[in-house]
């Protein structure tokens, strides 16, 4: 036996030896054999609680002082970290919530308190020590917007920590107490120049001279946030490491060639490199890493002193990839890499986890549309996305929030979302949740025409030239624009970089970023100079652009064409009634009226008139008959804005981005779900004019025709049409079968002359249908219409449908809704499903469902599926109500 063991011994070391040469030189060792590492994984974790927190009026102590642990912070507030000033104090009860009626007139704002008002000491104690070789590094994911930093009676930061769009990241091992209680005391400072919120985009426009969020100064669409988003905004973390530690690893995947999501693959190209610090006094030898698909690739490198070394490994060929595509064309594959950096001993010093998605994206100029064409493993995308501002205009974020609302987007069949420049660059929590959705990523750096002087504008204090040089510190602006491509570059839903919205940074921002950092630091994604320039789109119409913005006729979205890829095209949105209870006091609850004064409240919180188009469904009688009405306006609004897109794909468009998705606060306009998560009938509007695979009708000639989405063409579909009047008599009039190309639009039929047959009847429904060999339906689709006079006096004499209402839980988190509407019945219209809490009454939310709002055909049954998040002890009904459909609520079994 002990010869044996010998023998072993020897042949792993011959083994090592062999294995140490051939990576000197760069090999690719593939192998399922790993040798075994000695150490602790890297220990990560966030400071997120136990933060006391006090004014600088009211401390006369250094920081020096307040970080030593024997200082008394005995009466000190407890303080929301990561979090704003704002959020502390809304949680501590010293400010009303400001989301919530016109609680914000009643909070003091920076500009006119000066800004020691919104200036804030925080300390956090916690007990950390290094043993032996470990390293201890603390990091700021995110400061608004200067601060200084102490640690156990010592400044950490020799210059004042400015630019909320930057990450700090300090080796605290020589600061740390040597018994490991230790103390961090942070000051934190707004910005040098909040802006006056005189009611313009952006206020005065002087929040843009900082590295900060330009919308906290108020937009139209937002109040102006009082404290302009002054905090410890992002996480702070710990992590330890032994000597080395391996930070901004990159990860690029080539896809060669046009590929489908289905089948065999050719093979992929994986490069990747990452950034190993050496902070010690010593030269550090050993091996950068990982593992995939079962073989190990590694390198050696030799880290100097006190140095970050770039370590680039072999290129690697990926047999077979599994590969990540955007919602509606394929799946969402992601690969776990484990990338580490080993000793020579084969000691693990530190390691780094990154998912990766296998994927290529280009841009090819489509001379026909005059605009960019988007490519995803060379498969032509149409681009059907959102724009989004932030999650939350207090920087309240968690994973659970941004699970949510990217799952909304991929309910809604978009592909894309685009951030836009007057906000943040999105967390890398965000991405995931893209990557997770398949939902593409447009990020715009921080910038925008309104503050950055695109447009001449009264309400700004400095002329155009002066504000085109914005912010002051230029320099800083391109160390952090390095430092966030560094941090979200991974992520396969990250498609496009843009310069800012609506204008390019200075020049001598936007030439190094596009000329230099770019292809430094990622070289893989097309950059926009600004989010509407003629690189992106240009028609003879007049040039590039965006819009048009506001409530519309639904044929316009179908006759006017606009931008051949509009960065923003927008509507309405404002919520059902549950919703605007949850913000607008009951005093404030009058239905705004056609060309009528808006309330007070409707009017600060954005309200957008919707004109003309309720009244034809009957003069609102209260808010609550509004609110209704308001979503048939909503669905008909954005089902026909995606369905006009459509239609002209690849002739008009590439792509639309609607402005917007989503709010951050509780805003009256552009939103398919409110700020607390309940969906609206934008959503399920969009979510039917944007499907994969969907049949239509042109509200200008009735001319029905069907849009396939997918790469491959779609064979023996039978497609039909209906109509039925309002007391639910069917009129059958057509059925074919068809087949539809990838990638593309087909005409079928008109009903123009049979839908003049029916002129005698007040008003229709048209129902359309895509059904396949064994008949299931693949795609349905229901029109109301109106009258000759524009008027639904036909839907305002409705018969009410009883509709019988079941509900049974299939799983944990997942329920099933059948709704059925006995024959004889006229149409079930419009119906609105909510998941309640069967005790308080509340909406549980989120909760997604595969469809709302639905309409059930007389002696039919529709089914919707439910997913929510269950827990213990929850109990559970459901609220049903629809047009013709009196309100019930069911037990669900």
Not at 20 to 26: P, R, S
Not at 266 to 271: L, R
Not at 441 to 465: A, I, L
Not at 502 to 521: C, F, G, K, V
Request: hydrophobic share 35%; aromatic share 12%.
């Amino acid at each position: 036996m002990m010869q044996f063991n010998r023998c072993t011994a020897f042949l792993g070391l011959i083994i090592l030896w062999c294995l140490t040469i051939a990576q000197a030189f760069g090999q690719t060792h593939k192998t399922e054999r790993v040798v075994a590492l000695s150490g602790p994984s890297k220990q990560r974790y966030e400071l997120n609680s136990g933060w006391l927190c006090k004014n600088v009026k009211e401390v006369s102590r250094s920081g020096a002082e307040l970080s030593r642990a024997d200082f008394s912070v005995k009466n000190w507030m407890p303080a929301t970290v990561p979090g704003t000033i704002l959020t502390t104090l809304v949680n501590n009860s010293k400010i009303p919530d400001p989301f919530y009626g016109m609680n914000n007139t009643k909070i003091p704002d920076v500009y006119h308190t000066g800004n020691d008002h919104y200036t804030y000491w925080f300390v956090k104690d916690f007990e950390e020590k290094a043993i032996g070789n470990e390293q201890v590094w603390l990091e700021f994911r995110g400061i608004n917007y200067k601060a200084e930093l102490f640690l156990n009676g010592k400044k950490i930061n020799k210059e004042k920590l400015e630019g909320m769009h930057l990450r700090h990241h300090y080796n605290i091992t020589g600061l740390l107490a040597a018994n490991g209680k230790n103390r961090l005391a942070v000051i934190v400072y707004p910005p040098d120049f909040p802006g006056a919120p005189n009611g313009g985009q952006g206020g005065d426009g002087t929040i843009a001279r900082g590295l900060t969020t330009q919308y906290t100064a108020g937009w139209d669409w937002i109040q102006p946030i009082r404290d302009r988003n002054t905090g410890i905004w992002d996480k702070v973390t710990i992590e330890k490491t032994r000597m080395v530690n391996l930070k901004n690893p990159h990860i690029i995947t080539l896809v060669p060639g046009k590929r489908l999501p289905e089948g065999p693959q050719q093979p992929a190209v994986i490069k990747v490199s990452a950034e190993l610090e050496n902070p010690t006094s010593k030269a550090v030898h050993g091996f950068l890493q990982y593992k995939l698909a079962g073989q190990l690739i590694r390198k050696a490198a030799t880290l100097v002193p006190n140095q970050t070394t770039t370590v680039s490994l072999p290129d690697f060929t990926l047999q077979n990839p599994k590969l990540w595509w955007p919602n509606g064309y394929g799946k969402q594959d992601l690969y776990s890499l484990k990338l580490s950096f080993v000793s020579n001993s084969s000691e693990l010093l530190d390691e780094e986890k990154v998912n990766v998605g296998v994927r290529q994206i280009d841009n090819i100029w489509n001379e026909h549309t005059r605009s960019m064409g988007a490519y995803v493993n060379g498969q032509k995308v149409f681009i059907k996305g959102g724009n989004w501002i932030i999650s939350d205009a207090m920087l309240r974020f968690s994973d659970a929030r941004y699970d949510a609302e990217i799952r909304y987007h991929k309910d809604m069949n978009l592909n894309l979302i685009r951030i836009w420049g007057g906000a943040i660059t999105e967390r890398p929590e965000f991405y995931n949740a893209c990557d997770k959705y398949g939902l593409l990523v447009f990020q715009d750096f921080w910038f925008s025409g309104d503050c950055n002087g695109r447009w001449e504008d009264p309400m700004k204090k400095d002329d155009q030239w002066t504000r085109r040089n914005y912010p002051d510190n230029h320099n800083l602006v391109l160390t952090a624009a390095e430092d966030q491509i560094k941090m979200i570059r991974n992520h396969p839903s990250l498609a496009f970089w843009c310069g800012g919205n609506e204008i390019t940074p200075p020049d001598d921002i936007l030439l190094p970023l596009r000329d230099e950092i770019l292809p430094r630091l990622d070289g893989t994604r097309k950059f926009f100079d600004f989010s509407n320039s003629d690189e992106m789109s240009f028609n003879d119409l007049g040039g590039n652009g965006d819009g048009p913005y506001g409530i519309q006729d639904p044929k316009s979205f179908w006759g006017n064409r606009t931008f051949p890829y509009n960065s923003e095209v927008g509507s309405v949105g404002v919520g059902d009634y549950v919703s605007l209870q949850r913000f607008i006091p009951e005093e404030n609850m009058t239905a705004p009226q056609f060309k009528g004064k808006v309330d007070s409240v409707w009017n600060y919180h954005r309200y957008i008139g919707y004109d003309e188009h309720i009244d034809p469904y009957g003069k609102p009688k209260n808010a609550r008959d509004f609110a209704m009405k308001a979503q048939l306006v909503n669905y008909d609004q954005y089902r026909a804005l995606m369905e006009g897109y459509s239609s002209h794909m690849w002739d008009w468009y590439t792509g639309s981005i609607i402005w917007k998705t989503q709010n951050p606060w509780t805003a009256l306009r552009g939103q398919m779900y409110d700020y607390y998560l309940d969906v609206n009938a934008c959503l399920y509007g969009l979510r039917k004019g944007a499907a994969p695979l969907h049949v239509m009708m042109n509200p200008l000639d009735s001319m029905v025709s069907v849009v396939n989405n997918g790469f491959s063409t779609r064979r023996n579909l039978m497609v039909q049409a209906s109509v039925y009047d309002m007391e639910g008599k069917n009129y059958f009039y057509s059925q074919a079968f068809n087949e539809v190309g990838a990638s593309s639009v087909r005409k079928l039929f008109k009903m123009d002359q049979f839908l003049k047959k029916l002129d005698k009847k007040e008003e229709v429904f048209v129902l359309l249908r895509i059904l396949d060999g064994q008949k299931a339906i693949l795609s349905e689709n229901i029109y109301w219409l109106p009258a000759k006079d524009g008027n639904y006096s036909g839907l305002q004499q409705m018969k009410n449908a009883a509709l019988e209402v079941k509900a049974t839980v299939i799983s944990k988190g997942k329920i099933v809704v059948s709704l059925s509407n006995a024959p004889g019945n006229p149409v079930a219209f419009f119906n609105r499903i909510a998941l309640i809490n069967r005790e308080t009454g509340k909406r549980i939310l989120p909760a997604f469902f595969d469809d709302n709002y639905v309409s059930v055909l007389p002696g039919e049954t529709k089914k919707i599926t439910i997913e929510y998040t269950d827990e213990s002890g929850l109990k559970k009904a459901l609220e049903v109500y629809g047009w013709n459909v009196p309100e019930q609520k069911i037990e669900i079994n």
